[in-house]
């Protein structure tokens, strides 16, 4: 195992010492591009050409200037770098040798730099890779960065294999962990994770701190290493400024964003506390202690949704300004794309909702009433922001609000305190006397249980059709539990089946046209013809 790691860490070193290599590269390609050109010795920046030179294009400069200089060091002397300003420009001397010349079209005018100023600079660099130049040549300052090399990588072993060992103990104990208390992480008695996935998490977490730890000491060593050799030293340098530009660039970015989100953290802090305050008022309301004459208690939930939700999209609107990149292009594009979309697939959606407020607030039904709509009935269960639960017979209807809002609906119970009514249709025909079928209607409805004898049922007399007659029986079911309208109604049509052929009388439903020879009626002694058994 420690093997295998060694070797995948050598590979990695490997790779990203080439990588660090070609980057480099390429950024000191870049910098040649376009009407610059960049003198460079000895992996240092010397001077940036930025005009041609007596007909001389700045490449071209540029390249004659790094033969000179690379002449010129060559030779084993002192390496004094001086500087002398002409009528054309100022020169650089390397050892009173004329090493290059830049004119005033060389300073850098985005960095507001004069002439003199540029000069310092190059000569500077310059003197800087003289030393390095020299240090390249002495034995002794080798062997020297040789020893750092050698002493930075073996504690770069040490710390790698301390790191493997600390993650095998790091998982062993977190496995511990999560096998001890997974199971508390529940939410309304479910598990929110098993504990072969917590595991997984457990055992990825740690993979990816080792691994990170791993590249942030081999960077560090890298350009540990680099900078100790005079010819790498530029790129062990610009590892390390990058590393620190990275941490600044990050602890920069998090200081200018306190303010902002501390003030987001404020507006959502004062959106929680209204929220909590309204619902308790509403709750007041809800159960009864509290009459506000513009808000009913069965109104007090959609109310509250309506209301929150207003208020957390109030607070959202305040802190967009606040929060981190908000004012980004890219932040921007995404608002306006998602805007697109609510816009684009969000229309039906928009009218099943606002069908739902207004079903809400105008209470047509409310939960636990009959109702009919559109000939579908039963006792709605739950009136939602986008659709409304009817259930009949145990089948459970899901009716969108923008159609209900769009049908008549009949409400059984809206006049009936702790019931419904329950209308039943019949037709008989004018041979048999109107008050017989009232009375044997009514006599049917006292022998349904859960119907209300006060106020008794009712016989109305609906139409008088050409052959029969329509009677209707309106009656006051109790509510008493899960009671539903069907299945009041087929007791009821029960009881009236046995009454009227107790009685010897034809039920003329749904049409009729003549006089059957003989009445269309059940005797008695045939109700419960097999298989039907008669009730306990």
């Known amino acids: 195992m420690i093997r295998r790691i060694t070797t995948n860490i050598l590979i990695l070193l490997t790779i990203l010492t080439l990588s660090v290599a070609f980057a480099f590269a390429a950024e000191d390609e870049t910098k040649d591009q376009g009407s610059t050109a960049t003198v460079r010795v000895f992996?240092?920046?010397?001077?940036?050409?930025?005009?041609?030179?007596?007909?001389?294009?700045?490449?071209?400069?540029?390249?004659?200037?790094?033969?000179?200089?690379?002449r010129l060091l060559a030779a084993d002397s002192p390496g004094k770098v001086t500087r002398e300003?002409?009528?054309?420009?100022?020169?650089?001397?390397?050892?009173?040798?004329?090493?290059?010349?830049?004119?005033?079209?060389?300073?850098d005018s985005l960095q507001q730099e004069t002439l003199e100023q540029s000069a310092e600079k190059a000569a500077k660099a310059l003197q800087l890779v003289v030393k390095e130049?020299?240090?390249?040549?002495?034995?002794?300052?080798?062997?020297?960065?040789?020893?750092?090399?050698?002493?930075?990588?073996?504690?770069?072993?040490?710390?790698?294999?301390?790191?493997?060992r600390a993650k095998r103990w790091?998982?062993?104990?977190?496995?511990?962990?999560?096998?001890?208390?997974?199971?508390?992480?529940?939410?309304?008695?479910?598990?929110?994770?098993?504990?072969?996935?917590?595991?997984?998490?457990?055992?990825?977490?740690?993979?990816?701190?080792?691994?990170a730890f791993i590249l942030l000491m081999i960077y560090q060593w890298l350009g540990f290493v680099l900078s100790r050799f005079p010819y790498t030293r530029p790129w062990g340098e610009r590892l390390n400024h990058h590393l620190i530009d990275l941490f600044l660039g990050f602890g920069s970015g998090i200081l200018r964003t306190v303010p902002g989100l501390l003030a987001a953290f404020v507006i959502f802090l004062l959106a929680k506390f209204s929220v909590n305050l309204l619902k308790t008022v509403l709750d007041r309301v809800e159960n009864g202690s509290l009459q506000l004459a513009w808000l009913a208690p069965d109104t007090v939930p959609p109310t509250r949704r309506l209301l929150s939700a207003a208020i957390w999209l109030f607070a959202l609107v305040a802190a967009y300004p606040y929060l981190p990149g908000s004012g980004t292009e890219a932040f921007k594009g995404l608002s306006v794309l998602l805007g697109l979309m609510i816009s684009l697939g969000a229309s039906s959606l928009v009218n099943q909702a606002v069908s739902g407020l207004i079903l809400m607030y105008t209470r047509p039904f409310r939960t636990g009433e009959q109702v009919t709509i559109a000939g579908t009935s039963g006792t709605v269960m739950e009136l939602g922001l986008f659709s409304t639960h009817i259930q009949s017979a145990g089948v459970d209807m899901n009716l969108p609000n923008a159609f209900i809002l769009g049908n008549t609906v009949h409400n059984y119970s809206r006049t009936i305190g702790d019931g419904f009514i329950l209308e039943i249709n019949v037709t008989i025909g004018y041979d048999t006397p109107w008050r017989q079928v009232h009375a044997l209607l009514i006599e049917a409805a006292k022998k349904t249980p859960k119907i209300r004898q006060m106020p008794p049922p009712?016989?109305?007399?609906?139409?008088?059709?050409?052959?029969?007659?329509?009677?209707?029986?309106?009656?006051?079911?109790?509510?008493?539990?899960?009671?539903?309208?069907g299945d009041m109604a087929s007791a009821l049509h029960q009881n009236i089946q046995d009454v009227f052929n107790e009685h010897g009388i034809q039920i003329m439903s749904p049409n009729y046209i003549s006089d059957p020879e003989t009445p269309k009626t059940v005797p008695k002694e045939q109700w419960f013809t097999p298989p039907a058994k008669p009730a306990a």
């Open 85 to 107: 300003l002409t009528s054309q420009g100022m020169v650089i001397h390397l050892d009173n040798v004329s090493a290059f010349i830049m004119i005033p079209e060389d300073a």
């Open 458 to 485: 009712e016989v109305l007399q609906t139409a008088l059709s050409d052959f029969y007659v329509n009677y209707c029986l309106a009656c006051v079911v109790i509510r008493n539990g899960p009671t539903s309208r």
């Open 43 to 70: 992996n240092r920046d010397i001077v940036t050409f930025r005009a041609p030179f007596l007909g001389v294009p700045v490449k071209e400069r540029a390249k004659r200037t790094e033969e000179a200089l690379q």
């Open 170 to 211: 790091l998982y062993i104990r977190l496995s511990t962990l999560t096998e001890n208390h997974a199971e508390k992480l529940e939410v309304g008695g479910e598990s929110l994770l098993s504990r072969e996935r917590l595991l997984m998490l457990v055992r990825r977490t740690v993979e990816f701190i080792y691994w």
């Open 133 to 164: 130049m020299q240090e390249a040549r002495n034995l002794k300052i080798l062997l020297k960065a040789t020893g750092y090399f050698v002493v930075a990588t073996i504690i770069l072993i040490a710390l790698l294999k301390l790191a493997f």
